[in-house]
């Protein structure tokens, strides 16, 4: 299974975006699916994560409120909404999968073993 990540963009400071992760290749039955962000010269971060099956979400703080995970398993796409964008959001945002026996949420990047190329999010002010 490959991971591909897509809807990036440029967009001013309050503006949205909606990131989609589409899985292919094979049966995508991994559950937990989770979102990183990594901006020049940072560590990679956790944004957000949902467990596909049960619908559990989970978010990193920067971001509770703001951005929304979900998923739509009939297509095999994980989407995140970026709603109110602040220029610090600006990034490199990668999806990633949990195993595919795996239930659990983690919001640490070594738990993840397939990762997406990453797309884009530049936010002006």
């Known amino acids: 299974v490959q991971l591909q990540a897509s809807g990036g963009g440029l967009v001013q400071a309050g503006d949205s975006l909606r990131l989609s992760c589409t899985a292919s290749?094979?049966?995508?039955?991994?559950?937990?699916v989770g979102w990183f962000s990594q901006a020049p010269g940072k560590e990679r971060e956790f944004v957000a994560a949902?467990?596909?099956?049960?619908?559990?979400?989970a978010y990193g703080s920067s971001v509770q409120g703001r951005f929304t995970i979900s998923t739509d398993n009939a297509k095999n796409t994980v989407y995140l909404q970026l709603n109110s964008l602040k220029p610090e959001d600006t990034a490199v945002y990668y999806c990633?999968?949990?195993?595919?026996?795996?239930?659990?949420?983690?919001?640490?990047?070594?738990?993840?073993?397939?990762w997406g190329q990453g797309t884009q999010v530049t936010v002006s002010s």
């Open positions: 990633a999968a949990r195993g595919s026996r795996i239930t659990v949420i983690a919001r640490s990047r070594s738990q993840y073993n397939i």
């Open positions: 290749g094979g049966t995508f039955s991994n559950n937990v």
């Open positions: 949902i467990n596909r099956y049960s619908g559990s979400t």
